[in-house]
């Protein structure tokens, strides 16, 4: 997939190791006159120094100028330069370092810790290295602890290769060695296809957004129009500044690695779907309401619950009757929401639910045969389904039942004959969010249709969703994404 340059502020500094034509000094590199926008090019700096201006910025950023994927690059060692220590997850920091330094050690006061490529020989603090590596890609950092009364991050700076002894240039070589192997991959004869595309995935989803036959469906479209569609999973975030898009199918949250993933693309200026914002947006049902009200959009009538507000939680009866939907504000797959008939149940059923968080949405209860699902593609409907009840159950999945969840039948229509105000509303919708990939939940009730989410990272099962169009809908979506890369490869802006 890419060609290894490794980059040596002196060819001395490179004297420990192996002779490899992938090594070059940063001068050659800087002097390089022929830049083939075919070559697919993964640039690991080892300068001395990332100093504003000096040889090694330079590196970094000519490699970025020439389409090159550049680790660190100039963004990091920005970031590094201003010690934006933000999105660490430190809180633990103290606990792990006591368990590190025994109690007699008590007076160290200060300590540093060497990453490679994100990798430590001191398992207590694996965790902690490969968060900073994520957050600051970079081929050797040193994290420097201080401890007043409790253990913190003093700062993560970059280290030249030059400075290693020979013990720390032995675990720097397995680390490098680990991480060349992500990027290295059978040379092509000339490459196959314009665009490379991450697709990530968990094969072991219970219930993904996507079924395999889908996913092959997806590679199979992106091949044709000349994109390499290459299915990626959560470990291998270090290697995603590898690919011009990413595209997630995999169930969203803020809470986990997806996350990470849509917001890494998003710094290293890839194509991405979905995107952080629409994640953020559409993933906390709270944010969602709020949202389309202000927008003026039909929705349920909702109410927000405080943990704490005990009289909110009584008057619920009385001002919405009954049943009534208690919701988790980041449920997904008809998970976390329960249908209470009685005072008795709704009190216990939001003392369980607040068990799981301090905020819950309470709704009234819409009886529908079948909700709508509008598929949505950059402000365009891509595909509408009926999404019927499970057999005997009041919600499209039934996780009560024994064994796997169980969902309700389904009938896929041309866009052209689902409802218009049904397709209307449901591009209103999805404007408040973002021009990415959605799919919007609507009941068409006697009042009108009412919007009950917007999903950012819809299903797209073969054999559901694209039942009408076929392979086409698969098409769509990658001509969607070839379009998106076109236009950052021209400098056009959204």
Not at 38 to 65: P, T
Not at 85 to 102: A, H, M, S, V, W
Not at 151 to 168: E, F, H, K, N
């Amino acid at each position: 997939m890419s060609r290894l340059v490794i980059v040596v502020e002196k060819l001395s500094d490179w004297g420990s190791y192996y002779p490899s034509e992938n090594v070059v000094t940063a001068l050659d590199y800087l002097k390089q006159t022929s830049v083939d926008a075919e070559d697919r090019v993964q640039v690991i700096n080892l300068c001395r120094s990332f100093k504003y201006l000096g040889l090694g910025y330079y590196v970094s950023l000519l490699a970025e100028a020439r389409g090159h994927k550049v680790i660190p690059s100039v963004r990091t060692v920005n970031d590094l330069r201003r010690r934006s220590l933000y999105g660490i997850d430190i809180e633990d920091l103290n606990q792990k370092l006591t368990r590190f330094f025994p109690e007699g050690a008590s007076d160290t006061t200060d300590f540093g810790l060497l990453v490679y490529f994100g990798r430590t020989s001191y398992a207590p603090l694996q965790d902690l290295a490969r968060q900073v590596f994520e957050a600051f890609p970079c081929p050797i950092l040193k994290i420097e602890f201080e401890r007043q009364k409790v253990w913190q991050i003093a700062s993560i700076r970059p280290v030249g290769l030059q400075t290693l002894s020979d013990a720390q240039e032995d675990s720097f070589a397995e680390a490098l060695d680990a991480f060349s192997k992500k990027l290295w991959r059978k040379p092509r004869q000339r490459r196959k296809y314009r665009y490379d595309l991450a697709m990530l995935h968990d094969p072991g989803e219970a219930m993904p957004p996507s079924n395999k036959k889908a996913l092959k469906l997806f590679v199979s479209a992106g091949r044709d129009l000349g994109i390499e569609v290459d299915p990626i999973g959560r470990n291998d975030f270090a290697r995603l500044a590898e690919y011009d898009a990413l595209f997630i199918r995999e169930t969203t949250t803020l809470e986990n690695h997806t996350y990470r993933f849509a917001h890494r693309a998003e710094r290293e200026n890839m194509v991405v779907i979905d995107d952080p914002v629409s994640i953020l947006r559409c993933t906390n049902k709270i944010y969602l309401n709020d949202l389309l009200k202000s927008r003026k959009l039909p929705i349920p009538r909702t109410e927000t619950l405080f943990r704490d507000d005990s009289k909110k939680l009584a008057a619920l009866p009385d001002s919405m009757g009954f049943p009534i939907v208690l919701k988790i504000p980041d449920g997904s797959f008809s998970r976390g929401i329960v249908r209470a008939e009685s005072s008795e149940q709704l009190h216990r059923a939001a003392a369980e639910l607040f068990q799981h968080t301090a905020l819950l949405l309470a709704q009234e209860y819409l009886y529908t045969e079948f909700d709508w699902r509008i598929g949505v593609l950059a402000n365009q409907p891509l595909y509408a389904c009926q999404y019927f009840m499970s057999r005997g159950h009041w919600q499209i999945y039934n996780h009560a039942a024994s064994g796997a969840a169980k969902s309700g039948a389904f009938k896929t229509l041309p866009i052209r004959e689902a409802p218009s105000e049904v397709v209307k509303l449901a591009l209103k919708a999805t404007a408040a969010i973002g021009d990415g990939l959605y799919g919007v939940d609507i009941k068409a009730t006697q009042r009108g249709p009412v919007v009950i989410e917007v999903n950012d990272n819809p299903n797209i099962d073969a054999g559901i969703e694209d039942a009408y169009l076929g392979d086409d809908l698969y098409r769509r979506i990658m001509e969607e994404f070839l379009r998106r890369m076109e236009r950052k490869r021209l400098g056009i802006k959204p």
